[in-house]
Every structure is written in C-alpha cells, then in structure tokens.
C-alpha cells in the first residue's frame, strides 16, 4: 500500500515551536523569519528533511508559507486550502491570510510599521521572489536579511537528505536521448552568447538525461543540480549512493559530483551564465555574483521543451491512460455494488481503489495522495483522509475522488464525483454547471498563441451565471513519469504562457459548498494542432486522455445544451469502445450501463 492514513502533523504542536524560533529571532536580533513551503529546488512536492512549513505550523498543503514575526504568525494559503489551514493550524498562534490576494510585502508593512528585519534562507528563496517584496518595502524600514535557517536550529531528529537510487528512463518512453536533448537545447545557449545553464529543477534534470528517482514520495525524481554548457556537456551534481546503477548510462557526456560540490563549482564558472529567477535559489546568484560571474536571467532551458511532448511520450502518455482506465472501471463497478449496503468508509475506498490499480503490476506509484472526501470533506479540495478524520460513506453523500497512478509510460490524474445514493435538484444543478464548464474546455478550438488564462473562463462560465465560482486554476500541467504538476502550462487566470501541441493538462472544474459537498470533474487534455476548417486559420485543440464515464445520475439532462448532450454521449460511446474489449463480462456490463446514452 503506497497511500498511509497516519496524520503527520497536530496543531498543538505548532505553538510551542513557534515560542523556540522566536527565542532564536531573539538571538539573531531579527524581527522575523519566512518560512516557505519550498525546499532548495523549488518544488511543490517537498522530502521529510524539508517540512519545514508543516512542522512549525502543522499545515500540510502542497502550496504557502509563514512570515512568522515576534508577536504575529502569519500563514499564507491559497484558495484551495482555506478550509483546510483552519483545521490544520492552532489559529490562536498562527493567522490564515489569504493569499495572493494579500502578498507579503504589504502584510509585512502594516504589521511592522516602525521597520524590522526579517530573515530568510537564500537557499530556499529565488531571486524573482525577494525581489518583489524588497520592491513593496521600499521606504518601509523593513529589510529583508540573508541568514541561516532558523528552523533546521531547533528542529531536533530533522530527517536526513534522501538518498533514492537513480534509474534510466527508457529511450522507448523517453522519445529521444539524452545526447540529443542536451546538444538541442546547448545550441541554444550558443546562440544566445550563454557559455552554460544552470538547471535546478529535479524534474528538468531527470527530463534532460532520462532519468527518475524515488528522493519524492509520489514524484519518480532524483534530487540534484547540474549545469549545462554550450557545446552539450553537462556537469551533474547528485550525491554518489544514488547513481550507482547509472555507471554506463552517462558515458563522456556528463561528469559527476557530489551534490555539496555545486556551490563551490559555481564561483568558478564562466559567464554569462543563464540562470531562472523564478526557480534557482537566491543563493546561486549571490554566489555568482560575489566571484565576479556575469549572470543573464532566463527561463530554464528544459521548461518549455519539456512541456511540449513528443510523440514516444504521448503514444505512452495514452496507454497509461486506458491501463488506469481499467482499473478505475473496475473499482467503480464495485463502488456501485458496495455503497448502498453502507458500512463504507474513505480509507475503504482509498484502499480499494489503489489494489485495483496495483493489479496488473505496472503500477510504479500513486500519482499523489488519493482524495476521497464524502459529504462535506468533498469540499475541503485537497483533502487528506487520516484515521482521524475518516468519514462514513452515508448513502446519497457526494463523494469527490482525485486520484492517478504513475506508470513508466505515463502518468494519470482523474476525478469523478460520484453520487452514492439520492441526489438533490440543488447538487444537480452544481453538478451540471461544472460539467458544462469541462465540456466547455474538452471542445473548445482557439487560435494559436493563446495562454490558459484566455480559455479559462470557459470553464467558469456556467458557475458564473449562477452566482458561482471555484477557488483554483482549471488545469495544471502534467508531465511523463514525472510531476503530477508540472510547469509552465496552467489552464489559470494567472497563466500567460502560450499553450503549444504536445503539452498535457488537466481539466477539472469544481464547485465547493463548505460544510455540505463537493463536486470536482477532472480529465487530462493534451494540445495538438486542430483540423482546418472555414477560412483556414492556425488554429489549436484538445484530444482527451481520460476514459472513465462521469457518474450521469446527477446530471440534470435538462440543463444540457444539445451540443454538450452530444459530446457526453460520444465521449461515453467512445469509452465503452476503447475499453470494453480490455474488461471481463462483469465490468464491461457495468460499463455499458455506465456510458448508456443520457
């Protein structure tokens, strides 16, 4: 069983913690400390040695921070986790403030009106992210100060480093080797006059040399640094016990060192040297700087180009799909038999869910967490079923289940809501409005050079004439054996990066009603170029990955335009084709009943 239930963090723990880390603002002489969510890579998903955020407070989201100041603490989440912080924190010594709605450099300023000096780790920052809020301090008296990491001083029985063992990614699955990826993207550098890249991202390093690890649970990365340089050779720095297997992969390509040689390396590079500010650690470029080393701010060279799959990583990309497919036809059918006897609970239909999906033994790992919230814990949007927290499944509940599978040839993230008993007109009608809204997006054709935000009302457009809205972006990208979140593709009202042929997203819309249900449905979209029609122009689409029927009893077919009806029925007709030959004679019956025309 990859899924545990044990609660990893208790908010009676958070105050006591937080009196030592200002006995140690006390002992700096700082006013107060950021303690972010990321670790030195900037990722979403973070390992043990690095929960520094969830230790201090308790707050186990995927996103956030806390500026935690002498006589205030506050811990900034997103929409996705305002339910959530409230349950996690002890909120008489930590404040939920919503963020980005409020940023750090205003909230720091009317807290300390007479000034103050806050510290962060440069490891644990970027370059781009002090830079915005020194700019909203200007004239403030607040200064932000570069110091050690207050919170590894007390955190006594921190876990060490993970040390994973490296593997190769097969070039049947890769699509192209790592040889290749690296004199590509090195031209590149070349022609921009950069002598070298520094690449810090895990899942941009496991990309450029084909390689996956285990140093993240649910994430198949291997931590480490490397640099790129123009003529395609690549310095790796990853510590040695996880590269044993890696022996005759690299060849002259890539020269291996220690991951604690990465700094010192650095301050004998030769410039211009490209480096991301949104993603490496501040720490880099001050390192940089102070040898003297010209830096030029860029993108990570590996983003874009890993975003836009190639064809080896789509056609793997949709067997995947139709694997976990399967399996999710498989528990359904039993979902359906077993709810109305009751006697169900959340962590049943975790448990169960994940031996379907471990049954035919490709499954590697789950993609993250299954949620599986019913009733009201559907409208907690990440929610984590503990042995604390685990619910009944009361027939007639909604029940919200996000979950997917990592497979060597792909990586899925689906969610159904499902109605486990009668439906009211009220949860049809919210039911309906958020699946006219992922209909909206699985149709939509649009011109070439659109970003995410540009499509993302589409989504919200039916909620919105009720009065109704969801508090996170529409879709996230989705990388190969990688991340379940990967950057840069969002379908998000934030997003501005263009959507190009070949990269894979997510569409779930939702609707959260706090203290009652929830309702999610997600399916996983990739872009391709879309077939000419009237005057000819370049347009772009959506081909569908997820093939797993929508739960149609809390469908208001009534509220269906003929179009959306048409979709759903094909969309249904086309799952019980692709899957039915793949079924025993139980599930593929459930199934056609399943994908009856609505």
């Not at 303690?35 to 201090?56: F, I, K, M, N, T």
């Not at 811990?75 to 750090?104: H, N």
């Not at 390192?287 to 060279?301: F, S």
């Amino acid at each position: 069983m990859f899924q545990t239930f044990t609660a990893t963090s208790r908010p009676e723990q958070g105050p006591p913690r937080l009196a030592r880390l200002r006995a140690e603002l006390a002992a700096e002489g700082l006013t107060g400390f950021l303690v972010p969510r990321a670790d030195v890579h900037q990722g979403e998903y973070v390992a043990p040695c690095d929960e520094r955020l969830s230790w201090l407070t308790g707050f186990t989201g995927s996103a956030g921070f806390c500026i935690a100041l002498t006589d205030v603490a506050g811990v900034f989440i997103d929409g996705r986790y305002r339910v959530q912080v409230r349950q996690q924190v002890d909120t008489q010594a930590f404040t939920p403030v919503p963020w980005p709605e409020t940023q750090p450099g205003p909230w720091l300023a009317e807290q300390l009106p007479d000034g103050g000096r806050v510290g962060f780790d440069p490891w644990l920052h970027t370059a781009g992210e002090i830079a915005a809020i020194e700019a909203d301090l200007d004239g403030t008296g607040i200064s932000l100060v570069p110091c050690r990491n207050l919170v590894d001083a007390i955190w006594e029985g921190r876990p060490a480093r993970p040390q994973g063992k490296a593997f190769a990614q097969p070039l049947e699955n890769a699509g192209e080797t790592a040889e290749s990826k690296c004199e590509r993207l090195a031209e590149g550098l070349l022609k921009a006059g950069q002598k070298s890249a520094l690449i810090t991202l895990p899942d941009s390093l496991c990309w450029l040399l084909n390689i996956r690890g285990s140093d993240i649970p649910r994430n198949p990365i291997a931590q480490g640094f490397c640099v790129l340089f123009s003529d395609g050779r690549v310095a790796l720095f990853m510590d040695p016990e996880k590269l044993v297997d890696l022996a005759d992969l690299f060849g002259p390509l890539v020269t291996c060192y220690p991951q604690d040689a990465f700094a010192p390396f650095l301050a004998n590079l030769t410039g211009p040297v490209r480096v991301d500010k949104a993603s490496a650690p501040l720490e880099v470029s001050r390192i940089l700087a102070d040898a003297g080393v010209e830096i030029v701010y860029e993108t990570d060279p590996c983003i874009l180009p890993k975003a836009c799959k190639n064809d080896a990583e789509i056609a793997g990309t949709r067997e995947a799909h139709l694997r976990d497919a399967v399996a999710m036809v498989r528990f359904l059918a039993w979902l359906d038999a077993e709810a109305p006897k009751g006697g169900l609970s959340e962590i049943d239909v975790v448990q169960k869910l994940e031996a379907f999906r471990r049954a035919d033994n490709a499954l590697r790992e789950i993609s993250f967490e299954t949620i599986a919230g019913a009733g009201p814990n559907g409208a907690i949007m990440h929610y984590r079923v503990t042995e604390g927290s685990n619910r009944a499944i009361t027939p007639g509940d909604m029940l919200v289940l996000d979950s997917g599978g990592q497979y060597v040839d792909g990586t899925t993230d689906i969610t159904r809501t499902i109605a486990t008993g009668p439906v009211t007109e009220e949860q049809k009608a919210c039911f309906t409005r958020v699946l006219q809204g992922m209909i909206a997006i699985s149709r939509v054709r649009f011109p070439r050079g659109l970003a995410g935000r540009d499509l993302d009302p589409l989504a919200r457009y039916p909620l919105w004439l009720a009065g109704q809205d969801f508090d996170h972006g529409t879709g996230h990208g989705v990388g190969v054996y990688l991340s379940v979140h990967e950057g840069p593709q969002r379908i998000s009202r934030i997003s501005h990066v263009k959507l190009e042929p070949g990269m894979i997203l997510s569409n779930e819309p939702g609707y959260y009603r706090e203290g009652a249900f929830g309702i999610r449905i997600e399916n996983l979209i990739v872009v391709q170029e879309a077939e000419a029609l009237g005057d000819g122009r370049d347009m772009l689409d959506f081909e569908t990955l997820t093939w797993v029927p929508i739960d149609r009893r809390p469908v208001a077919a009534g509220m269906l335009s003929g179009d959306e009806r048409a979709w759903l029925n094909a969309y249904h007709a086309e799952i019980l084709a692709r899957l039915a030959p793949r079924l025993e004679p139980d599930a593929a019956e459930w199934l056609a009943k399943a994908c009856a025309p609505i």
